[in-house]
């Protein structure tokens, strides 16, 4: 398959400096992208003169991950896969060949993801991603690896290739036939959990998503966002409610008109309490905006569900009850 490993950049020369030597040696059977999202810090400069193989799409302001990527990759003509990795990300040796072997071997994978490991910590797995991810009866991501706040040491319990329900974005291999059918990311989330709903809409369109622990790369993590920051907090609250609004079926989108409302309340006054007032505020800019979308996400809503082929693997329990009753690691959780 004709493969292109595409980078979206936004002022991370250090990243690219200190990542893409590693990215290009381990990496000789596909095309290294560098996509620039308006980056004022030299990085296309430096790229130009020390990295001249690599090929660079150049867009003229930052415009997210979401819209960032959806631009690039429009740009790509005649390649059979895309695999988006984040600028703070170190592969193994071999960590593009088994991606690329699920796609060939099974026509209904679209997506397939590694295992992401801390690259700080080597022995942890990656809280964003760690080996594939699910979300809750109510929305709340988690992963095999990473409950909550807990994250755990790899000790090689998770080394089964799997459907999973959704993929870390920082290192994301799709078909890309299957990316331009669904029209890419949600624009308008910017950043966090485009890739959860892009995944569900991949699971609604009949197809599947997989996690191949034999490929293996190490994710910094944090290298756009601080996960104190205000705005990371309202963005990963209102996509995940517009997310849920765009895909869940009735059942569960019933459930968490009446649940959400009380538990992301709850969710600002610890906010508050901690004296994370901007946090606190972003819960309910988060809600602002939601309910500004409401007429548009009902019209996406009725879109992605018309011809659904099937559902998408929710975990029908609270991952938060369980982790409150002492149920903090995946295999606690939920049976593969």
Known sequence: MRTAVVILNWNGLQHLQHYLLRVVATTPDADIVVADNGSTDGSVAWLKEVMPAVQLVLLDKNYG???????????????????????????????????????????????????????????????????????????????????????????????TACDVMWGSGAAFCCRAEVFNRLGGFAKEFFAHQEEIDLCWRVWLSGSRVVAEPRSKVYHLGGATLSTESPFKTMLNHRNNLAMLFRCASPAQRALVAVMRPILDFAAAMSYLVQGKKGNAKAVWQAWRDFIAWHKRLSVERKTIRRDIKREAPIYYGSVVVRYIFGKRTFSQIKKL
């Open 65 to 159: 991950f979401a819209e960032g990527y959806n631009r690039a990759l429009a740009q790509l003509e005649g390649y059979d896969a895309f695999v988006l990795l984040n600028s703070d990300i170190e592969p193994t040796e071999g960590w593009l060949s088994p991606l690329i072997e699920q796609l060939e071997q099974s026509e209904d994978v679209a997506v397939v993801v590694p295992k992401i490991l801390d690259d700080k910590r080597r022995s942890k797995f990656e809280y964003a991603g760690a080996a594939g991810g699910f979300i809750d009866i109510l929305g709340y991501p988690f992963c095999r690896g990473r409950i909550l706040g807990v994250v755990e040491e790899d000790k090689g319990q998770y080394d």
